[in-house]
């Protein structure tokens, strides 16, 4: 009889999050610990207008998944984050890996190329990209 290894849960997510959800760790990323109304006023001030409880509803749900902890100040929770931005740039390059390039040198070419054109751009024609981007 085989008796196969317990594993930890995994508290890390293991693919990228809805863009909401990733906007409320922005938030945290710089801000931690933060209140519901903390980050809402956050997303505000960057023109994202949440209601109080759509806030409460994407902060519970980052702590389902363990992408935040919480814990209780007064009245209030606050929350930090539990993974980093650096974690989730991984998935969101891995994502980017497996959908548009062949492999991890085609991606490294192409930003090559990219890159070379940036650096190669005047400063008029560089404004004109950095405002084609926004």
Same mark, same amino acid.
């Given at each position: ?11 890390? #997510?293991?693919?990228?999050? #809805?863009?909401?959800? %990733? ?17 809402? $006023?956050? *997303?505000?001030?960057? $023109? %994202? /207008?949440?209601? !109080? =409880? =759509?806030?409460? =509803?994407? &902060?519970?749900? &980052? ?11 007064? +009245?209030?929770?606050? !929350?930090?984050? +539990? ?11 891995? /994502? *980017?890996?497996?959908? !548009?390039?062949?492999? /991890? ?5 192409? &930003?090559?190329?990219? *890159? ?5 751009? =005047? ?10 981007? *926004?």
């Amino acid at each position: 009889m085989s008796s196969s290894p317990i594993r930890a849960p995994r508290p890390l #997510p293991a693919r990228e999050l #809805p863009q909401l959800e %990733l906007e409320c760790m922005r938030v945290l990323w710089r801000e931690a610990p933060a209140s519901v109304r903390q980050v809402q $006023g956050e *997303l505000a001030a960057q $023109g %994202l /207008r949440l209601a !109080y =409880t =759509t806030v409460l =509803t994407l &902060l519970d749900r &980052l702590a389902r998944k363990q992408a935040v902890s919480r814990e209780k100040h007064g +009245r209030a929770f606050l !929350y930090s984050p +539990r993974i980093s931005r650096e974690h989730m740039r991984s998935l969101a390059l891995e /994502r *980017l890996l497996h959908n !548009y390039f062949h492999s /991890r040198q085609d991606l490294a070419a192409w &930003l090559r190329s990219v *890159l070379a054109v940036e650096i190669a751009a =005047t400063e008029p024609e560089r404004a004109a990209m950095d405002a084609s981007l *926004l």
